[in-house]
């Protein structure tokens, strides 16, 4: 598992705390309790990486986890990271709380260059919500590659998970998103090669 050498590095409460810009880099969103940390856990293989279930409102923090360098043919090792970026989606985030984040993750969007692609975290039971409808958008007029994460499939059937992919899948064409999608499960363990393989894919880009 080529994610199993994350390490913790920082938590940013502003993008001027996060590390030089320079090198790949995968960003993680997805509303709050939709799975993020679960599936960054099941991805590393790392139980204690991301702390889930985290009590709403608390102060949150980007959080910054170094991978071993990326090794690129004829020429010099690449920096890569993973970021686990703050979900606001949550109603009992105070209103100022979720401002900050807001202005603070537009503007990590627009002005990381090592930013890579993102992999939002979607929980595969309920329709898009605004949060991640932004996400997207921002990938449909930036080009910059998405990969969803249909986390908690082992709540659903097989026919209804694969639905649930398909209708994704309309949507990304239905409004341009450079996106791909697929079916996972942290609690099975569904999809997590197919993810990993996913974030080395976009780090390498
Ligand atoms: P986060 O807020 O997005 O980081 O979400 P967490 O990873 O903390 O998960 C929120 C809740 O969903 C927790 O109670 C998890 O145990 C549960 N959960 C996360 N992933 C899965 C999954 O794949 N299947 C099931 N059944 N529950 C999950």
Known sequence: NPLNGARFVLAAHEITQLPYDQGAEVAFAGRSNAGKSSALNALTGHNGLARTSKT????????????PPLKVEGAAPVDARLVDLPGYGYAKVPEAMRQHWRGEIDAYLKMRRSLRGIVLIVDIRHELKDFDRTMLDFCAATELPCHVLLTKADKLSRGQASAALEALRKDFRANGVPGTAQVFSSTAKTGVEEARARVMELLAT
């Open 56 to 67: 709403p409102g608390r102060t949150q923090l980007m959080v910054v986890f170094d991978l």
